[in-house]
């Protein structure tokens, strides 16, 4: 999801030296990126008021004034402190508009679970059941894809948070410690824990599914 670090690092080495057009392509190279974060992680009746480009120009505009003092003490990946601007400038968005996203306002947390993203949500689903999918099953991705963000709604927050930014921001497991201030043994196992229960919720609708056409 995010551009390649090694590049990255070079532009950073460059702007350090105080070279601007290192930092227009560092922040022109995550444009897209940045993007595709804040389209999945904004509520969706919230982008009908407020446009996603917007949010991604906000989040460029501060990064643009914050970039000094991130070069002097860079605490974290480029990529993680741009993610951070923007998860809070989509909280900002979320209670600016609380009534059309109550659950993420009143809870100030930027999680949404995606809606739309069938290969990381086929993927995940794959990964659910063992990757044991039949030719049948293989046919009913988009069908797969929908329960698998359907079932990430009703986990409580931090088991949302840390499945999408593994599954769908691609984020490894070091860079999820980091963003979320945890070692990474306990990342990882918040990360088993929350499989487990996004597991638990699929069989328990598999089989509210199974009991309703039994008693048809």
């Not at 590049?7 to 290192?22: H, I, P, R, V, W």
């Not at 460029?60 to 400038?89: G, S, T």
């Not at 659910?128 to 963000?149: F, G, H, I, S, W």
Request: a positive charge; one cysteine or more; glycine letters at 2%.
């Amino acid at each position: 999801m995010w551009p390649d670090a090694p590049k990255t690092e070079e532009l950073l080495f460059q702007a350090k030296d105080g070279n601007e057009s290192a930092v227009n392509q560092l922040m022109g190279r995550h444009r897209n990126s940045l993007r595709q974060l804040v389209r999945m992680r904004l509520d969706q009746k919230i982008q009908r008021r407020v446009g996603v480009s917007d949010v991604v120009q906000d989040v460029l505009v501060e990064a643009n004034r914050r970039i000094q003092r991130y070069l002097d003490n860079p605490v974290m990946p480029f990529h993680l402190w741009l993610r951070q601007i923007a998860r809070d400038r989509i909280i900002d968005a979320h209670r600016r508009h609380r009534t059309s996203a109550r659950r993420s306002v009143d809870r100030e947390q930027a999680v949404s679970a995606p809606r739309g993203y069938d290969q990381s949500s086929f993927q995940l689903a794959a990964m659910l059941n063992d990757n044991r999918l039949t030719p049948a099953a293989a046919a009913l991705q988009k069908e797969m894809a929908r329960r698998v963000e359907q079932a990430l709604t009703k986990l409580e927050d931090k088991d949302c948070e840390i499945i999408v930014m593994r599954h769908y921001e691609m984020l490894t497991n070091q860079e999820i410690a980091s963003a979320l201030s945890l070692t990474e043994p306990a990342a990882s196992m918040r990360y088993l824990r929350a499989i487990r229960r996004l597991k638990s919720v699929l069989q328990q609708e598999d089989s509210k599914s199974t009991m309703m056409e039994q008693g048809k």
